[in-house]
Structure formats: C-alpha cells, structure tokens
C-alpha cells in the first residue's frame, strides 16, 4: 500500500465519508485495507473537528457575550435569543438526541459538520465521542462492504 493513496483516502475520509471507500478501492486497496484507511481518516477528522470546533465554537460565544454586553450598555435592547429557528433545533436535538446524530451524520453529514455539530449540542455527555468514534467505525465497515460489491 502507498502512502500517499493512505493519506488520500484517509482525507477523504474526513472531508466526505461517505465516498471514501470507493476513493480506496479505486486506489487498488482490499476490504480490510479500506476500512483500516476509512476508519482512521474519519475517526482522526472526528477528533480534529470536534476539538477544532469547540474552540471556534467558544470564540463566537464569547465574541456575542461582549456585542451584548456592549449593545445594552449603549442604551439598546437586545436582540430575541429564541427564534423560531432556536426552536426547531431544540425539538430536533431533543428528538433524536446525540445518538441520532452519530447513526445517522457520518455517511449523510460529513464529519466536520457532525463532530462541529456535536461539539456545539452534545460537549457536555461524555458519550459523544466515544458514540462518534464508534459510528464512524461502524460506518466504515458498512459503507466499505457496500462499495465493495459496486465496483
């Protein structure tokens, strides 16, 4: 196996989970080859993103608690916190949960939007990366074995 058709699947692991494994048996690699591959690219972009984006996440955070704090100390009032939109992402979160979001995102989603995602509603459970990790692992298994009988 090359090492840079690895790193190629393993980026596409993390940039577009779901077509990664056709991106490695393309390259020429076995069933084991391409779940090793998919599974580490996507578990690694899982870590980055979700770390990544937690700490994007705390930026925006702090940056909207000081224009707040600023804009009412000027004299205006300060903008809805709970729009409609806030709403329908409550009922969604409370609906599915963070174990709908790791079943379903990785091959849906990709994994930057599903670990930003988690890192945003889920930072607190200490079930969601482990819950994360594990679909993308889970994941990789399935999708490679459906890819495998399409080629």
Known sequence: MDVLHAITVMTAGVLKFFFSAIVSYRLGNTYLETVL?????GCLGTLAFYFGG??????????????????IARGK???????????LIVRIK?????K???LLSPPILSIPITSILAAKYYR???RTLPL????????????SLAWKFTR
């Open 37 to 41: 591959l998919t599974a580490t690219g």
């Open 54 to 71: 937690s700490r994007v996440l705390e930026w925006f955070r702090l940056r909207h608690v000081r224009k707040r704090a600023l804009a």
């Open 77 to 87: 009032a300060p903008k809805r916190v709970f729009t409609r939109t806030n709403r």
């Open 94 to 98: 409370r609906g599915y949960g963070v």
């Open 100 to 102: 709908g979001l790791a």
């Open 124 to 126: 607190h459970d200490r």
């Open 132 to 143: 994360l990790l594990s679909s993308v692992v889970v994941w990789s298994f399935v999708l």
